[in-house]
């Protein structure tokens, strides 16, 4: 337990030390003046580390990931990292409730209970904050709906085993303004009507999956879609190659109407060789991509999230072109990058050819992290 802030991370970071040998540069001072430094000429976002010794999963996530030499090295390039401990409630009480809202904003209910405690739900009551929930149980349920009111569940996030086939999804009819949806290893897309039939204002679908997935398969979802779907989000390893199958030759897709805004997460996996390819297509991801953004007719926005590994394949002008010269209400696509590319100039070159290619259809931003 420590009274003064900066004294007690300054411990925190000497015990860090030494129980896991090396650790990122905290940062040695208050959160406030970690904020200060953040806008100094060098800028850098502030990231806060908060250490739990009572969880089970702290030791392993520090040794396993937090402490290794690339994460290390990552962080102190591109962010300040301010720590705190809330082992015991006393610490975690010192933090002020704008912190608490803050970090919670990043959280889903259920680990900002782990975090704080079931004291954090008379705080978002309080702020009337919005809350994304994980394939709540009845228990759980009734617990936050007691502490909560029912219009402060914007969000829900369910996994395949959860879904369609617990009792549990009818008490959460209460909460009506759930707007946002995320779907686990989603396989079962006639019961997509299901979901919006529970969930009438439904505006955002999101869609994760563990191993890479056909163009084919998400757009037999837009068939049960309703038009009240504006957002509609992909985080998988890849799409599969359209030309991976040979009857995809004479599939017929159906468009949708009601999307606007698509965003495609590759960004955690090398994308597959062009040897994938039956017709050893090197922009054969790409291609893939934008035919399926194509049948998006009203799509008015575009991001792509990958990683430097990949972003070669992703950088084919004519494929860009084809997208604009077919979607004619798009306005916008960002490239978003994980990873430094600024050193290497012939990428860098490329990414210019691109955007001055683009410049008068279409703005064409490329981010990189």
Request: a negative charge; aromatic letters at 12%.
């Amino acid at each position: 337990e420590c009274q003064d802030e900066i004294i007690g991370i300054e411990s925190f970071n000497k015990c860090f030390e030494w129980r896991y040998d090396a650790c990122p540069a905290f940062f040695m001072g208050s959160l406030r003046d970690a904020c200060q430094e953040a806008f100094k000429s060098t800028r850098r976002p502030v990231l806060v580390y908060l250490n739990n010794d009572k969880s089970m999963f702290n030791n392993i996530f520090c040794y396993k990931i937090f402490c290794s030499t690339i994460i290390i090295d990552y962080l102190l390039e591109n962010y300040i990292v301010w720590p705190w401990d809330i082992t015991l409630e006393s610490n975690r009480n010192a933090l002020s409730s704008d912190i608490i809202l803050e970090i919670a904003k990043y959280l889903i209910l259920n680990d900002a209970i782990n975090v704080f405690s079931t004291n954090i739900l008379l705080l978002l009551r309080q702020y009337e904050a919005k809350v994304e929930i994980y394939q709540p149980a009845n228990e759980f349920i009734n617990m936050i709906l007691r502490k909560l009111k029912p219009k402060q569940i914007v969000s829900l996030r369910l996994n395949t085993i959860w879904y369609w086939t617990q009792p549990e999804l009818e008490s959460l009819v209460i909460s009506t303004n759930v707007i946002s949806l995320t779907l686990l290893n989603f396989q079962e897309i006639n019961s997509i009507n299901k979901c919006e039939t529970y969930f009438p204002n439904l505006i955002r679908l999101s869609l994760w999956y563990d191993n890479e997935v056909s163009v084919g398969f998400l757009n037999r979802i837009f068939e049960y879609l309703r038009r009240s779907i504006k957002r509609f989000e992909v985080h998988c390893p890849a799409l599969t190659c359209s030309h991976y199958f040979s009857n995809q030759y004479n599939m017929t897709f159906s468009k949708n109407i009601g999307i606007e805004h698509f965003l495609l997460d590759i960004s955690h996996f090398p994308l597959s060789s062009m040897n994938d390819c039956l017709q050893q297509n090197e922009s054969c991801f790409l291609m893939t991509t934008i035919d399926f953004i194509q049948d998006m007719s009203n799509i008015r926005d575009v991001r792509l999230i990958t990683n430097k590994y990949n972003i070669n394949k992703l950088l084919d002008l004519n494929e860009w072109r084809r997208l604009v010269d077919n979607c004619f209400l798009l306005k916008k696509i960002t490239l978003k990058i994980l990873g430094n590319i600024l050193q290497d100039e012939e990428l860098v070159k490329k990414i210019t050819i691109l955007q001055e290619g683009l410049r008068q259809a279409v703005e064409f931003q490329v981010i990189s992290m």
